[in-house]
């Protein structure tokens, strides 16, 4: 298990994360940091279990033993030996510090544009109606949506609404992003615009945590990739090393074989 | 017969005061009692969610009359005498909640689970992804089942008048009893019954369409 080269403590430490589904274990004593500003990127077949461990970081899916701490502060439980829960309004608070990207948007079909992201704003940061508004513009600007303000998610399209879904997690000024391939759901000719606003983020600095199967990007976006097998981590690296086609690693390297004959 | 018919108006809308009155009473504590027993079957504990379960599909098993009779000659057996007015409120309260809870379900189980989780992620806390996620949506889908077991209730309450109780069912029947035109005065009644419960439905029509732009 390598971890980030950084002396700083990880933003993100997820450490010995086991749980199953029934009798089915889909993550296998998951260990993995993420530090601050970096994009770290995990891959792997369908199944592996990188879906899962993303939902368990902001505690949308609870795990059986391990720990997971942002910012050295435990995510779900008070304490892991206990694994006592957080109070709801506890729990609500801790999600409110990472933002997440769904595959499917999820964006709120009732409000606008503008209105999911103000919706956050209001209810959990407590900002007045004016302030929240001009945040959202703001960020709805970053994604290149200033005119849709008003829209409703039903009149965009796919692509911009999963960048209003973007404005939306960022826009809480979250301290860590959680993309949960965000690109799967959207016609080819639209994964770009969308990539593009992730790469502006990473540039400014944003510490992101993606599953994604667009390879390329990871190549040029992630600081490291993790490559999980059977729920659990089988390699971790600087791209280049993960993606190289003379890797050792017989799993990857069936993997990406496999991903390259039907990509390319 | 005219004359005869316009003399007992008076007591007819008396009558209707006491079905409005009771209609009114049954809906709003069957709307409160069924949302809360609702967001338990889909929320809560399992131990609530059994008890749910079996309340509602108990009542809903039940013809209304027997819930009405069972709790006005029944419950005195185990000490509960409640007046004719509210054994009636409470049975038909109890019969409506039960259908409420069933409206709110569907409803909220229509709402695809990714909007709850989209409103976690930002940090919502439980009320407010109710609040301002999940019931503006489910809203769209409660109405026009709801409206309908409105306009139910509003027929049903026609039933209390076997309890004895004057609502304008047994006030018509108690002018027929007098002036032996039972034709005119159940049209008359059944036209009264009509106008309040059309009424309803083109409200919700209208509700509806206000609510209609929200597509997913």
């Known amino acids: 298990m390598s971890t980030s080269s950084n002396d700083t403590p990880a933003l993100l430490d997820v450490r010995d994360v086991s749980k199953s589904f029934g009798a089915v274990q889909v993550l296998r004593s998951v260990s993995l940091e993420v530090a601050r500003g970096e994009v770290v990127t995990v891959i792997g077949p369908s199944g592996s279990g990188k879906t899962t461990l993303l939902r368990c970081v902001n505690f949308l899916e609870s795990y059986d033993s391990g720990s997971i701490r942002i910012d050295g502060k435990e995510v779900g439980f008070r304490d892991p030996g206990t694994r006592q829960r957080r109070s709801e309004r506890d729990l609500a608070a801790m999600r409110a510090e990472t933002g997440m990207v769904f595959q499917s948007f999820n964006l709120f079909p009732h409000l606008t544009a503008a209105g999911n992201i103000m919706l956050g704003l209001r209810k959990v940061r407590g900002k007045s109606e004016a302030e929240a508004r001009s945040i959202a513009e703001h960020w709805l600007g970053r994604v290149g949506l200033a005119h849709k303000a008003d829209s409703l998610p039903a009149e965009l399209s796919g692509g911009q609404q999963q960048r209003v879904g973007i404005a939306r997690a960022v826009a809480m000024e979250p301290k860590i992003l959680l993309l949960d391939e965000i690109t799967s759901a959207l016609d080819p000719e639209l994964v770009g615009e969308v990539l593009a606003v992730v790469r502006s983020l990473a540039e400014d600095g944003m510490t992101m945590l993606m599953v994604t199967h667009e390879m390329a990007f990871a190549r040029d976006a992630s600081s490291r990739i993790v490559f999980m097998a059977d729920g659990g981590v089988s390699a971790v690296g600087p791209p280049k090393e993960i993606l190289a086609a003379e890797t050792t690693n017989e799993r990857l390297r069936t993997f990406l074989a496999r991903f390259r004959a039907s990509h390319f | ?216």
Do not use: C
């Not at chain 2, 009155?21 to 027993?37: E, Q, R």
């Not at chain 2, 027997?66 to 419950?75: H, I, K, W």
């Not at chain 2, 379900?105 to 996620?133: C, D, H, N």
């Open chain 2, 1 to 216: 017969m005219l004359t005869q018919i316009a003399y007992a108006l008076p007591f007819l809308a008396q009558g209707f005061a006491l079905t409005l009155w009771v209609s009114l009473l049954v809906v709003v504590l069957s709307l409160i009692a069924g949302v809360l027993l609702g967001v338990g079957l889909v929320y809560g504990p399992a131990p609530l969610r059994w008890a749910v379960r079996i309340f509602s599909d108990t009542i809903r098993g039940i013809p209304i009359l027997v819930l009405m009779f069972f709790v006005y000659y029944g419950l005195p057996a185990i000490g509960l005498h409640l007046p004719s007015f509210w054994a009636a409120v409470l049975a038909l309260t109890l019969f409506k909640t039960a259908q409420v809870i069933e409206y709110l379900r569907g409803a909220v189980g229509s709402i695809p689970k990714g909007q709850s989780e989209a409103s976690m992620a930002i940090g919502l806390t439980f009320r407010q992804r109710l609040a301002y996620v999940i019931f503006p949506q489910a809203f769209r889908r409660f109405l026009p089942p709801w409206i309908n077991g409105v306009t139910d209730a509003v027929k049903g309450s026609a039933l209390v008048s076997l309890l004895g109780i004057t609502d304008l069912m047994q006030a018509i029947n108690q002018v027929i009893g007098r002036t032996y035109e039972a034709m005119p005065l159940y049209i008359l009644g059944a036209l009264i019954y009509f106008a309040v419960n059309y009424a309803l439905s083109l409200a919700s029509r209208r509700l509806e369409r206000r609510f209609s732009f929200i597509r997913e």
